[in-house]
């Protein structure tokens, strides 16, 4: 989707689609909150700021657009994210034996 | 729960491999009262279902701005005219929160415009009914985001990832627009003979037209069964409706008016609240378009719309400029 299919009959279609992520306070990571519309990077943060911060939700902005993101595959999650099981030794749950000493 | 077997409701087609695994996964994940995420493979008729429902919540938001936008430049005080604004603003937003998460199911912004502006698409039928007084303002606050809320709540748990996550961010910002209507009632309530009536008459107006937003009869509602077994739907309308008038009941009491529903009672029995029969021939009515304020509202969406035309070139001209400009340089 390119800028010039924005059309000029008043229509939105092909404004491309904005993730937004909030940041809800200083010392926090920017959080998914929502997408929207907008025909450009700069108007897609101020829609965002009446669209999502209307309550004070935030202190800081992300947009990025939607296409730009790039998925994992959600078929092949079981692949992806199988290398983490069967190792348990990763989590300090799996050292029992010195339970009891302090400040471990 | 051995009917979810059959949630696709299309078993009797025959399934490629990559369908048969994929519902095999969506049964799976709905078993376990999990969440279903765009990308995830999921039965045509549940992406159908959910599109309708959404985009009708959706276009029931926006179409839902009219009746309190009226009395914006009438508000009786700097403040009631502040909460007013504020309030039809977040109906804009709950709007577009729904807009964009019925988008992730693949149906695009401008069709479910269009759906909405052609007339096809339905919305509330509660917004059909005009607003004739301040007090309307207070009723409809209370009884209509009221029965919103009663409704939408369970809704944060459905099966559809972004709906869901859509609903707990709008049932946030609903809680206030209750309570400004009630407060509005309230004060009309300590007031004059004159404002106590008219406080009076809105919610006779509006009580059983905000009863019937939560549809008809489960024994009439033929989605309601699979929408159920999908997780959608976590409540029988019915059930609902009769949990919302047991809170309005007591609430109204505060207020020091009625209900005007002489059949009103609590059932020990079966702890249930009885209420009166309502008019489902009326409801249909206007449902399709003949209600009291249908061609009205529908007017005044198209002409926004067009009367909005010029600011969305200008953006887009403005974009196109932009970036032109950037390719140079
Ligand atoms: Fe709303
Ligand atoms: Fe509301």
């Given at each position: 989707m390119t800028m010039s299919n924005t059309s000029n009959n008043g229509s939105s279609a092909g404004w491309p689609l904005w993730e937004v992520f909030v940041r809800s306070s200083r010392g926090l990571s920017h959080v998914h909150a929502g997408s929207l519309h907008a025909p450009d990077a700069e108007m897609a943060v101020r829609n965002a700021r009446d669209l999502y911060?209307?309550?004070?939700?935030?202190v800081s902005l992300w947009v990025v657009r939607s296409e730009d993101i790039l998925t994992s595959d959600p078929d092949a999650k079981d692949a992806m994210f199988e290398s983490p099981k069967g190792k348990d030794y990763r989590h300090a749950t799996y050292y029992t034996k010195s339970e009891g000493v302090k400040h471990l | 729960m051995a009917e979810q077997t059959t949630s696709?409701?299309?078993?009797s087609a025959v399934l490629s491999p990559e369908d048969e695994a994929g519902q095999q996964r969506f049964d799976a994940i709905i078993e376990q009262d999990s969440r279903i995420e765009p990308r995830d493979w999921m039965p045509e008729a549940y992406r159908k279902s959910l599109t309708r429902q959404m985009s009708q919540h959706a276009h029931s938001e926006i179409i839902g701005m009219q009746p309190e936008a009226n009395w914006i430049t009438r508000a009786p005080s700097l403040k009631r005219k502040s909460i007013l604004i504020a309030k039809v603003q977040d109906e804009a937003g709950h709007g577009l929160y729904l807009y964009s998460s019925t988008e992730t199911l693949g149906t695009d912004r401008d069709t479910l415009n269009d759906q909405l502006m052609s007339g096809r698409a339905k919305y509330s039928s509660?917004?059909?009914?005009?607003?004739?007084?301040?007090?309307d303002m207070g009723a409809i606050g209370w009884l209509v985001d009221g029965a919103a809320i009663a409704n939408q709540v369970p809704l944060c748990r459905a099966s559809y990832g972004p709906y869901g996550r859509a609903m707990v961010r709008i049932c946030k910002e609903e809680s206030f627009h209750q309570r400004q209507g009630f407060e509005i009632l309230l004060e009309l309530a300590n007031g004059t003979e004159a404002q106590k009536k008219m406080a009076q008459d809105a919610i006779d107006r509006f009580y059983a037209p905000a009863l019937m937003m939560f549809g008809p009869s489960d024994n009439d509602s033929p989605n309601s069964k699979q929408s159920m077994a999908w997780n959608v739907?976590?409540?029988?309308n019915d059930d609902l409706r009769q949990r919302f008038v047991g809170m309005i009941a007591e609430q109204v009491k505060v207020l020091g008016l009625t209900l005007p529903d002489p059949e009103l009672r609590y059932d020990e029995e079966t702890g249930q609240w009885i209420h009166m029969e309502l008019d489902w021939d009326e409801f249909n009515r206007v449902i399709k378009g003949?209600?009291?304020?249908n061609s009205q509202r529908m007017a005044r969406r198209r002409e926004a719309h067009e009367e909005g035309a010029w600011v969305r070139e200008a953006a887009s001209a403005y974009a196109r400029k932009q970036q032109m400009k950037e390719q140079v340089a």
């Open positions: 911060t209307r309550r004070n939700e935030g | 696709g409701g299309h078993l509660i917004f059909n009914y005009p607003a004739r007084t301040w007090a739907k976590r409540f029988s003949g209600g009291p304020c």
